[in-house]
């Protein structure tokens, strides 16, 4: 039993023994052979590079590394440079793309290289072609005779590469861990944008006799991947912080996810003005499960134009708060309404549909009189938002951008509201009409109380009807407002209480003299209010809107410029009374204080 272990191992040790030493034999061959073929591989490579590009970039590097038996091989410190005589020279003769590439990484590693196919059917086949760290610069420049060029060029990619091989085809391209910037040269000062820990993947990249011709690639490419996590930038005016969390995006379905994506305010409410120094909106969104589907990529590639046939956000919100108390930094908001801004947005973007669900909505201000804080919310909104767009071609055909939006108001009465913008008019024109349902009118103490310093005792909101036209200067219409039980207490603050104080007469004479308690009264009749509001120069375009409802609701419940002046009026005589009656006190007083002083 010993011998045969022994003899088992002594033939064992023989066969590992005549493995090593092919092995052994191979690695030193293949060694032999590098050193043998490095100069021809650089030469290759670099032959290659021109011609595949027409000798617009060239290629450096430091060192060569093959294995043959492994089918490795690499390229470090590789730098590709385009040649800016000859890019003047096809800019000449129109034939220079719109993107020019700068690329620099440490190492430029070939995996699964299969010499066999080479050396017999010229054909170079490698699995994975893998960029470690690359750092890449594109610079956009568009050219006039680039517009109507097809996505592929009239000279096939393989007439450069015929000579040397037939056919170059790798299964995944990966670049790792990019960090890329984008240089626009298209305005007169050039802008720069640039990103991080970005990750691409190329797919089934072939240059052969039909490739170029084959429909279903895009770029010689059967996919691109693109991934991105975790990414976090702060804006230039340092503040608020954008945060991007899983971004993914495929080409051939043409869809692209992101899993998180918020702006986050560097300070909290109250310090967010005071750090500015003045009164400024601080906006912070939080918003998840975004998607966007049918994008063009080779149509964003060679025009950095965004074309989406749908995008779709789900869950998030919308929270936007002002400091009134701050001095107010006067800005003219002409020209700065949403569709106006769109027109302004310098790359063309189209998106024909934006769908939204379960977004929460909400305004909130510091009221510089009353030291409390107002807020309105419209939650769980939903809707569409159609024909988004910049594209003067679009726009052509169709000028206008619908949105069709249900919310539900303080989380109680239901708001659909339906927006009409005039992409095409110079006065920004727009229209709005909606109804608002049912809901107890107290839930607007939470904005009444704060920044008008009116609580709504009682009152039951049965429907409200709008219906405006408008434009940068001016909005007309009219709207319905039926309730009923309305019941008011005007407030005010009074130095030295945290709480706002009722005003007894005040609320009494306005509920007397102004406030209709229902609409339509017994009659039946309802009051439906003509709306015209001139915008002031400096209100947003919410304001706007909010300012010409809030007309509208006013006029309807009784507050009218007429009975406003009433009130004034009866207000100023009480006033009089009253001082009268204080100077008619003191006066007794007065003589009071004489008869004492005389009877002593």
């Known amino acids: 039993m010993i011998k045969k ?44 590079v021109l011609n595949a590009t027409d000798s617009l970039y060239s290629i450096e590097f430091s060192d060569v590394g093959t294995n043959f038996i492994t089918g490795r091989a690499s390229l470090s410190d590789v730098k590709i440079t385009p040649d800016t005589n000859i890019l003047k020279k096809m800019v000449r003769l129109k034939h220079a793309p719109n993107n020019i590439y700068y690329i620099q990484l440490k190492e430029l590693v070939i995996k699964n290289f299969h010499p066999i196919d080479l050396l017999r059917y010229k054909k170079v086949k490698i699995d994975l072609l893998l960029f470690d760290n690359p750092e ?206 769109l027109q302004k947005v310098k790359g063309l973007l189209t998106v024909k549909q934006l769908n939204l669900s379960n977004i929460d909505l909400t305004y909130a201000e510091f009221d510089k009189d009353s030291k409390q804080k107002g807020r309105i919310t419209f939650e769980k909104t939903s809707g569409s938002i159609t024909n988004i767009t910049n594209s003067e071609k679009i726009k052509n055909k169709n000028p206008y951008m619908f949105a069709k939006l249900t919310s539900y108001m303080m989380g109680q009465g239901k708001l659909d509201v339906n927006f009409k913008f005039n992409l095409a008019a110079n006065d920004g024109a727009f ?37 405006i036209d408008a434009n940068e200067t001016l909005a007309t219409g009219k709207v319905k407002f039926a309730f009923n039980d309305l019941s008011v207490a005007l407030l005010k603050k009074e130095e030295g209480r945290d709480h706002l104080v009722k005003q007894g007469l005040m609320s009494f004479l306005a509920n007397a003299m102004i406030i209709n308690s229902d609409n339509p009264k017994t009659d039946g009749v309802l009051i439906a209010a003509s709306i015209k509001f001139e915008r002031e120069k ?63």
């Open 5 to 48: 272990v022994r003899k088992s191992y002594s033939t064992l040790k023989w066969v590992s023994g005549i493995m090593l030493f092919f092995i052994l034999l191979l690695v030193a061959a293949s060694r032999h052979l590098s050193v043998r073929f490095q100069p021809i591989i650089k030469a290759q490579v670099r032959d290659l």
């Open 136 to 341: 890449i610069i594109m610079v956009n420049k568009q050219l006039e005779f680039n517009e109507l060029k097809k996505p592929f060029s009239d000279k096939s990619p393989y007439d450069y590469i015929s000579k040397f091989v037939k056919e170059l085809k790798v299964k995944t391209i990966d670049l790792k861990n990019i960090s890329f910037k984008y240089v626009n040269k298209n305005l007169a000062k050039p802008e720069i944008d640039s990103i991080k820990n970005l990750n691409v993947t190329l797919k089934n990249w072939l240059i052969d006799k039909n490739s170029v011709r084959d429909t279903s690639r895009f770029y010689l490419l059967k996919d691109v991947v693109i991934n991105l996590n975790n990414y976090t930038f702060a804006t230039p005016d340092s503040l608020y912080h954008i945060n991007l969390n899983q971004l993914d995006f495929r080409a051939s379905s043409g869809k692209l996810n992101i899993k998180s994506f918020s702006v986050v305010p560097r300070y909290d409410e109250m310090k967010f003005g005071k750090t500015v120094g003045f009164s400024k909106d601080r906006f912070d969104i939080q918003m998840s499960d975004i998607s966007l589907e049918g994008i063009n990529l080779p149509l964003y590639v060679r025009k950095q134009e965004l074309y989406a046939t749908e995008m779709n956000v789900n869950n998030g919100s919308v929270s936007v708060f002002n400091n009134n108390e701050l001095p107010k930094r006067t800005e003219i908001k002409i020209g700065k309404y949403p569709h106006q801004l």
């Open 431 to 467: 229209s709005y009409s909606g109804t608002l349902g049912q809901m107890d009118g107290r839930v607007l103490n939470r904005i009444t109380k704060p920044l008008g310093m009116v609580e709504v005792k009682s009152g039951h909101v049965k429907k409200l009807e709008f219906n």
């Open 538 to 600: 400096t209100a947003s375009f919410f304001s706007f809107i909010w300012k010409t409802l809030f007309q509208g609701i006013k006029y309807s419940v009784g507050v009218t410029p007429q009975k406003e002046k009433k009130i004034k009026e009866q207000i100023a005589k009480f006033e009089k009374i009253k001082a009268d009656r204080e100077k008619r006190k003191l006066i007794r007083q007065k003589r009071k204080a004489t008869r004492e002083k005389s009877s002593f």
